[in-house]
């Protein structure tokens, strides 16, 4: 299968390079640092994306889209990664919240909804994981008490990024039937993060800078209105969901900036003298195209209309370790000094390095587990049995 661009994607690529270059300060590196600055930014980037009709570009037209190919909004996607995300935490609500609301809301929720996310104005956060909630998805047991025209939540949620960003609305999976059968029962509700009864506790990590949050809902009213899908047929919408948020993260790209840095950097220094620092960075590469192609795979089912559940999550492993080793090998090639972080004037390569390798500690357990993604691929790629 031919993955080329073409000449007028290509041409959109070197434009919004360009955009990229004039917009980011010198200061920016990344959303997850210790830097007041750096959310209002995205935010800034966001809107002026969507001036330039950027910002949800495959979205349909009467969803404030311009009705592009997925594969001009993967342009994007790799070059927002690769530069470490301008857009914030908005990425998740253009990568798939957006999309879930077109395919499984109603058409006051989608206009409601839709409109504030295409104009680069609104942050969501997710609400899945809990504390004995997490790989096991389906074990989540937040209630809410179905009473009529609203529902109340009570419960716990954790590891919610950008919750404090402060994040606008909160896609929140809940238990509308404790009864049913753990993967049955469960809702999705569009929870406003103003509403009385829910606060948010940041969680101190060893990557430094604050990223991830405990959330916790005490007697939180949400309107019935707020309810996407069908009650306590969620897990449809949670499986829509976790496989648009695989295949919308463009891990490989960001990891590939910094390979390419690395390789300069064994270029400049006489490194790759040494056959066994060639070795390792021809094969991080070759695991590089390896990762692009596969993720290409999954945009490709995706511009048929199909969810490339299986797809996705092997594309993710591959990007995930991907962006693992080269943390790892960039943090052997650069020595002492690659442990220097970017406020220490004698770090190399703008302390990338260990900023890479401590960000992606945690990669292969968002979004899903290494080993989930296994059994996604040994189950429902391969046929092969649940363990018993």
């Not at 349909?60 to 530069?83: D, L």
Request: charged share 25%; net charge negative.
């Amino acid at each position: 299968m031919d993955f080329a661009f073409s000449a007028e994607e290509e041409a959109f690529r070197a434009d919004l390079r360009a955009f990229l270059d004039e917009e980011l300060p010198e200061w920016w590196r990344g959303m997850f640092v210790d830097d007041e600055r750096a959310i209002p930014l995205t935010r800034e980037i966001c809107r002026k994306l969507a001036e330039r009709g950027w910002l949800t570009m495959a979205w349909p037209p009467e969803h404030g889209g311009s009705g592009a190919s997925p594969w001009m909004q993967t342009i994007v996607r790799e070059e927002m990664w690769a530069r470490e995300e301008p857009r914030g935490p908005q990425y998740m609500n253009l990568n798939y919240i957006g999309p879930l609301i077109m395919r499984f809301g109603t058409a006051d929720q989608q206009a409601r909804f839709l409109p504030p996310m295409a104009r680069g104005e609104v942050i969501w956060c997710q609400g899945f994981s809990e504390p004995d909630a997490g790989s096991d998805l389906a074990a989540l047991r937040t209630a809410a008490d179905d009473r009529g025209d609203h529902f109340v939540v009570n419960g716990q949620k954790i590891w919610t990024s950008y919750a404090d960003a402060p994040a606008d609305w909160c896609l929140l999976l809940v238990r509308t039937d404790p009864g049913a059968p753990k993967h049955d029962g469960i809702s999705v509700l569009m929870v406003d993060m103003a509403s009385s009864g829910i606060r948010v506790r940041p969680i101190g990590t060893m990557a430094g800078p604050h990223e991830f949050n405990e959330v916790f809902l005490d007697d939180v009213v949400v309107p019935r209105a707020n309810l996407l899908g069908e009650q306590n047929r969620g897990w449809e919408v949670i499986v829509t969901g976790l496989t648009f948020e695989r295949v919308g993260i463009a891990r490989y790209a960001r990891a590939g900036a910094l390979l390419e840095r690395l390789v300069e950097h064994a270029n400049a220094t006489g490194l790759a003298a040494d056959p066994r620092v060639r070795q390792q960075l021809a094969d991080l590469r070759a695991r590089y195209e390896a990762a692009r192609v596969l993720a290409y795979r999954a945009v490709s089912q995706q511009a048929a209309g199909e969810v490339p559940t299986v797809e996705a999550s092997i594309a993710r492993m591959h990007a995930t370790l991907l962006e693992q080793d080269v943390g790892h090998v960039g943090l052997e090639l650069l020595g002492p000094v690659g442990l220097l972080r970017a406020d220490d004037t004698r770090a190399a390569l703008r302390g990338e390095v260990p900023r890479q390798w401590v960000r992606n500690v945690p990669t292969t357990v968002a979004a899903g587990t290494l080993e989930v993604q296994k059994d996604i691929v040994a189950q429902r790629g391969l046929g092969l049995p649940r363990p018993r």
